[in-house]
């Protein structure tokens, strides 16, 4: 167990929907990185926040939006969803600002997204 | 410029056998070669880490072998066992404006280990 826990685990919705992933990173972690993985793109960076600030952009579409609270969980925001949408999202967290080369990223079980 | 390309896709071993799995990239800047771990249902786990200033690195039964001129790396498996099958992405990673990382992945190669 990496103590990285991701909510829901399945997710099925219709195009045009929105939802919301939430992660809670390991205690002590203060960064929370989200990925996508999908079979044809594989892993994707999407976006890595550092205790409530945005620290780096990956790949995100704009329709997508995230952010990380106080209490230092994020939430994933996908809005007008499309089909292909349908993947992975992983969260990660770390313990610093993952600048550092070997700072450990520890992955939760992911949230299985399905757009129908 | 940014691509890790991973090499083969899925790969089927025999017990007690040697898994090579390769990777190579483009990007001069990447500075530090992880490989991940993934099993089904479950989220990739860091699994052995290089540096580029380093030819070899040995953790038990998994060994990184590092080709700086060649631009690749591959990940060594040896004495392979059933519990090893999983699926194996090998990342490539660079500071990007000295604030951040950037962790690129390869595609991931499925491995088998047959009893």
């Known amino acids: 167990d990496s103590g990285v826990t991701q909510t829901p685990k399945h997710l099925i919705t219709a195009t045009g929907q929105r939802v919301t992933l939430r992660c809670s990173p390991r205690?002590?972690?203060?960064?929370v990185y989200w990925y996508q993985q999908s079979l044809d793109q594989g892993l994707q960076f999407l976006i890595q926040?550092?205790?409530?600030?945005?620290?780096a952009k990956g790949n995100i579409l704009e329709r997508f939006s995230a952010q990380q609270f106080p209490d230092l969980h994020s939430e994933l925001n996908l809005s007008s969803l499309e089909l292909g949408d349908s993947a992975l999202y992983f969260c990660?967290?770390?313990?610093?600002?993952?600048?550092?080369?070997?700072?450990?990223?520890?992955f939760g079980s992911g949230t299985q997204l399905s757009v129908l | 410029q940014q691509q890790v390309k991973q090499s083969p896709q899925s790969l089927i071993v025999q017990k007690g056998g040697i898994s090579i799995i390769n990777c190579a990239y483009e990007?001069?800047?990447?500075?530090?070669f992880p490989w991940y771990q993934q099993f089904p249902g479950k989220g990739p786990a860091l699994l052995i880490a290089?540096?580029?200033?380093?030819s070899e690195k040995k953790e038990g039964r998994f060994t990184i072998s590092f080709n700086k001129s060649a631009k690749q790396f591959s990940l060594h498996i040896m004495d392979s066992q059933p519990g090893d099958s999983a699926t194996y992405f090998c990342?490539?990673?660079?500071?990007?404006?000295?604030?951040?990382?950037?962790?690129?992945f390869g595609s991931g190669t499925q491995l088998t280990v047959l009893p």
């Open positions: 205690s002590g972690d203060l960064s």
């Open positions: 990342a490539a990673s660079l500071t990007r404006s000295g604030s951040a990382r950037q962790l690129t």
């Open positions: 990007n001069t800047a990447f500075d530090y």
């Open positions: 290089i540096r580029p200033d380093v």
């Open positions: 990660a967290s770390s313990p610093g600002t993952g600048v550092r080369a070997n700072e450990k990223l520890f």
């Open positions: 926040y550092y205790n409530g600030e945005e620290r």
